[in-house]
């Protein structure tokens, strides 16, 4: 594979939380596992990769980290023709539309005119919310392939901003382990990433391939999720995840996964999606720079790249934990500012998780202009 660390013209932008849940921390409190040992922090480290999550403040919201982002990404671009959200739970506001008033994209009706007299298009600022969790981000890139003929041109903003935090088992209540025993709080953490871009110019999307992944041994929703009622406000478009249990202690219910089930499918089913995802874009594995993936985990991703290798090369950055959809884009930009991909390069993006009642998974291939 070639090599091509030439700059990005990609506007990007990362936001993650001041606080730290780091490993030893988590091995401070003293948590007993079904085994009876305590957890430590090498185990944490050796088994999922994670250093550290930063965890959102109480009232910090997924539209706080999002326009956080956001706003970097945009290096003082003055026009944004449409913003397209990732984020996994419901929430009270429409997530685009919010980071869009706090980026100034809002223009009264008395002001539409002054502005276009201006060449200001900002009134014209579309806004639409994807929540599919974490395949998220890689559904982002392929609703603008079905779009591509009507964004030709068009300056468009992607934030991934995620708040698992408040929805993860605290691994010091009593019932822990009965709740959740794939640790949930040891792997998620809170974030957002964004991305600016003018569609057909400054990267082309080639192709995508979004499919339900049944698991292998005929088990169901294999991921639960605290999505409450799941109730999201319009516009949008909506993956149906599984919702977990109301319990007291969790009004709004809480994470947990059938760790070793979603570990089989992923390894067996993913690499023949990239593999098919690449063919069908009309390219040779050679043609491929890099393939990121969304950080499941270091298992998962040490797991991947075995299946993966010679062909291809894989990259995830789950140092900072699964930020659920924010993941992949985080990834993606962090190969973009480590030169590990730039102008010309061509990258597989996959991501893949929960889905109800199947595992959901959304590949892109897409080439930097």
Same mark, same amino acid.
């Given at each position: 594979?070639?090599?091509?660390?030439?700059?990005?013209?990609?506007?990007?932008?990362?936001?993650?939380?001041?606080?730290?849940?780091?490993?030893?921390?988590?091995?401070?409190?003293?948590?007993?596992?079904?085994?009876?040992? =305590?957890?430590?922090?090498?185990?944490?480290?050796?088994?999922?990769g994670v250093e550290r999550r930063h965890i959102a403040g109480d009232k910090q919201t997924v539209a706080d980290m999002g326009y956080e982002a956001a706003k970097t990404s945009l290096r003082g671009s003055g026009r944004v023709d449409l913003i397209l959200t990732s984020s996994s739970h419901p929430? /009270?506001?429409?997530?685009?539309?919010?980071?869009?008033?706090?980026?100034?994209?809002?223009?009264?009706?008395?002001?539409?005119?002054?502005?276009?007299?201006? +060449?200001?298009?900002?009134?014209?600022? &579309?806004?639409?919310?994807?929540?599919?969790?974490?395949?998220?981000?890689?559904?982002?890139?392929?609703?603008?392939?079905?779009?591509?003929?009507?964004?030709?041109?068009?300056?468009?903003?992607?934030?991934?901003?995620?708040?698992?935090?408040?929805?993860?088992?605290?691994?010091?209540?009593?019932?822990?382990?009965?709740?959740?025993?794939?640790?949930?709080?040891?792997?998620? +953490?809170?974030?957002?990433?964004?991305?600016?871009?003018?569609? +057909?110019?400054?990267?082309?999307?080639?192709?995508?391939?979004?499919?339900?992944?049944?698991?292998?041994?005929?088990?169901?929703?294999?991921?639960?999720?605290?999505?409450?009622?799941?109730?999201?406000?319009?516009?949008?478009?909506?993956?149906?995840?599984?919702?977990? &249990?109301?319990?007291?202690?969790?009004?709004?219910?809480?994470?947990?996964?059938?760790?070793?089930?979603?570990?089989?499918?992923?390894?067996?089913?993913?690499?023949?999606?990239?593999?098919?995802?690449?063919?069908?874009?009309?390219?040779?594995?050679?043609?491929?720079?890099?393939?990121?993936?969304?950080?499941?985990?270091?298992?998962?991703?040490?797991?991947?790249?075995?299946?993966?290798?010679?062909?291809?090369?894989?990259?995830?950055?789950?140092?900072?934990?699964?930020?659920?959809?924010?993941?992949? /884009?985080?990834?993606?930009?962090?190969?973009?500012?480590?030169?590990?991909?730039?102008?010309?390069? =061509?990258?597989?993006?996959?991501?893949?998780?929960?889905?109800?009642?199947?595992?959901?998974?959304?590949?892109?291939?897409?080439?930097?202009?």
């Open positions: 594979m070639t090599k091509n660390n030439r700059q990005s013209n990609l506007g990007m932008g990362v936001y993650l939380p001041e606080k730290v849940l780091d490993n030893d921390e988590l091995e401070r409190r003293q948590i007993t596992l079904p085994s009876g040992k =305590k957890l430590l922090a090498k185990q944490i480290l050796d088994k999922i929430t /009270l506001f429409h997530v685009a539309e919010e980071i869009k008033k706090r980026l100034g994209l809002r223009v009264q009706t008395n002001e539409i005119a002054a502005s276009a007299a201006q +060449g200001g298009l900002l009134a014209m600022t &579309e806004v639409l919310d994807i929540h599919a969790a974490c395949s998220g981000s890689a559904l982002l890139f392929s609703y603008l392939l079905e779009k591509q003929n009507e964004l030709q041109g068009k300056k468009v903003l992607l934030v991934a901003t995620e708040k698992f935090s408040d929805s993860i088992v605290d691994l010091r209540h009593r019932d822990a382990m009965k709740l959740d025993s794939s640790l949930g709080q040891t792997i998620f +953490g809170d974030g957002a990433a964004a991305v600016c871009f003018t569609a +057909g110019q400054d990267m082309v999307i080639h192709y995508a391939l979004n499919k339900v992944l049944p698991d292998l041994s005929g088990k169901k929703d294999l991921i639960l999720m605290a999505m409450g009622e799941n109730k999201f406000i319009e516009p949008c478009i909506v993956r149906p995840v599984a919702t977990s &249990e109301k319990l007291k202690d969790f009004p709004k219910g809480y994470f947990t996964q059938n760790g070793p089930r979603v570990f089989e499918d992923v390894q067996n089913i993913i690499p023949g999606l990239i593999r098919e995802a690449v063919d069908k874009a009309g390219f040779k594995p050679t043609d491929i720079d890099l393939v990121v993936i969304h950080s499941g985990s270091k298992r998962v991703v040490d797991a991947l790249r075995l299946k993966l290798s010679p062909d291809f090369e894989v990259y995830s950055d789950y140092k900072d934990g699964n930020m659920s959809s924010v993941s992949l /884009l985080y990834s993606f930009i962090k190969a973009v500012q480590e030169g590990r991909i730039g102008s010309g390069s =061509k990258v597989v993006l996959c991501g893949f998780g929960a889905g109800s009642p199947d595992l959901y998974s959304s590949t892109v291939v897409v080439e930097l202009k």
